[in-house]
């Protein structure tokens, strides 16, 4: 008998999840002529977008991570857990380590979707990688959570947080640590250029200064971090160098791909990140795909997409299609990536949210924003149980008098 086609696809974030689930859309990859095999890492998916409301308690992980195994449970594709260790492009074999027993395993593929993402960098500045706090994934927001017990547990009057970064995700941290600290915190947002929120629309950035303001979070522009101590960070500015006593680092800037990917031997671009044609195709390799964060596509001579999670997302259902067209020996469509507009949390329960021609912020946007990603997240059971967990929560708000 012939063996089943199989996809391998590494990585179980917005590229690679939603590339599994999109397949499923295809007879094809239904059948048992077909073995899908998703990997990653961690048990559950991280859902990003999200995370910053882990902080102030507004939403618990298991709203926003959600089990590959259950996700997966009624399709034909088969999760593994493990850390890919490489691939060899040639023989197409991916090295990788099981989570449960630790062996080595190799798996072979006919086509491969590469969505591994990117890791943080925190090698440059001396003390980094050792005292400050990275914010990417569950794990993270919850050693967060536990630091931020302590420190509310101490009798000192102030919290003193550094948020190193004024892209989206520094605003978005800054805004919800400030909301849960209250008039203990004192927040610092520190930038190493000239402006916050370089990429967005001149409304998101004037509706985040309005919510850093609101909140006292005092904003250093031409700053750099030298070296992050225990207590205290060396910074640069103005010409100068200080230090200032801190209690807590938040790194929320610097990526650079995983290892093993800057190791693959084909076309990269000056970041580390694989070059695809429009058809998300390896240059090289046409039955490799990638997509997300590690990858750059050839889209426009002069406009690169942004490593988003909306990027990632609507490659996602681009990969399962060409992989459909593929395996009917079909040609490929090229991707095409539509704006649909950004959306940030600034603070507990408050949103912007630019869309097209809506552009709204504070508790209105806060609630768009809410339920814009609820039906982002993945299968519509798990949707409907974080929906009657939202309602049972805001019904028994309603009983308690609550907001
Ligand atoms: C805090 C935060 C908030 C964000 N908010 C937004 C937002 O509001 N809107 C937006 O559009 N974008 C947002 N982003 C960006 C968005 O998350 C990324 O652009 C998107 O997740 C990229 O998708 P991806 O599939 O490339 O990678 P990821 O979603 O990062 O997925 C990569 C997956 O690969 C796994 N993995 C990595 N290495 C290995 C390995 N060696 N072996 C096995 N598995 C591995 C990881 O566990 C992960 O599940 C945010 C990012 C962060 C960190």
């Not at 794990?139 to 101490?154: F, P």
């Not at 704006?339 to 600034?346: F, I, V």
């Not at 504070?362 to 519509?380: D, M, S, W």
């Amino acid at each position: 008998m012939k063996n089943p086609l199989h996809i391998c696809i590494l990585g179980g974030g917005f590229g690679g999840l939603y590339t599994a689930i999109y397949l499923q859309h295809f007879l094809l990859f239904k059948s048992p002529n077909c073995k899908i095999t998703l990997v990653d890492r961690n048990d559950r998916l991280t859902f990003t977008p999200l995370l910053y409301e882990l902080v102030t308690d507004e939403l618990q992980a298991w709203e926003i991570g959600p089990d590959y195994q259950k996700i997966l449970s009624d399709r034909n594709v088969n999760f593994c857990q493990g850390i890919v260790e490489g691939v060899d492009l040639e023989k197409r074999q991916v090295k990788l380590k099981k989570n449960s027993d630790n062996r080595e395993e190799l798996l072979t593929y006919d086509y491969l979707v590469l969505a591994v993402g990117v890791q943080m960098r925190l090698e440059g500045v001396p003390g980094a990688a050792t005292y400050a706090y990275t914010f990417r994934t569950i794990a993270d927001a919850e050693r967060l959570k536990q630091r931020l017990k302590i420190l509310e547990n101490t009798a000192s009057k102030i919290i003193q947080v550094a948020v190193v970064g004024g892209g989206p995700s520094g605003v978005e941290l800054a805004c919800k640590l400030a909301d849960r600290l209250g008039k203990r915190g004192q927040v610092r947002l520190i930038e190493r250029g000239n402006e916050l929120l370089k990429t967005f629309s001149p409304y998101s950035r004037k509706s985040a200064i309005k919510a850093l303001k609101a909140r006292r979070i005092e904003v250093d522009f031409d700053t750099s971090i030298e070296a992050v101590e225990s207590d205290k960070i060396l910074i640069f500015q103005n010409g100068e160098r200080s230090y200032s006593p801190v209690d807590l680092v938040l790194w929320t800037v610097g990526n650079r791909s995983i290892d093993w990917v800057r190791n693959l031997p084909c076309q990269q671009n000056d970041r580390g990140q694989l070059l695809t044609l429009p058809t998300l195709q390896l240059v090289d390799y046409p039955e490799v795909l990638a997509l997300g964060d590690l990858a750059e596509i050839q889209y426009h001579p002069q406009k690169q997409l942004p490593a988003t999670a909306q990027v990632a997302y609507q490659q996602a259902s681009c990969a399962a299609k060409n992989l459909y067209l593929a395996a009917r020996g079909k040609r490929l469509q090229k991707f095409r990536y539509l704006h649909l507009g950004e959306m940030l949390t600034l603070g507990k329960g408050a949103a912007v949210v630019s869309s097209f021609a809506l552009k709204v912020d504070g508790g209105l946007a806060g609630g768009i924003r809410q339920f814009v990603y609820l039906q982002r997240l993945p299968t519509l059971r798990h949707q409907l149980r974080v929906l009657r967990h939202w309602i049972g929560k805001w019904l028994r708000g309603l009983k308690g008098g609550g907001s």
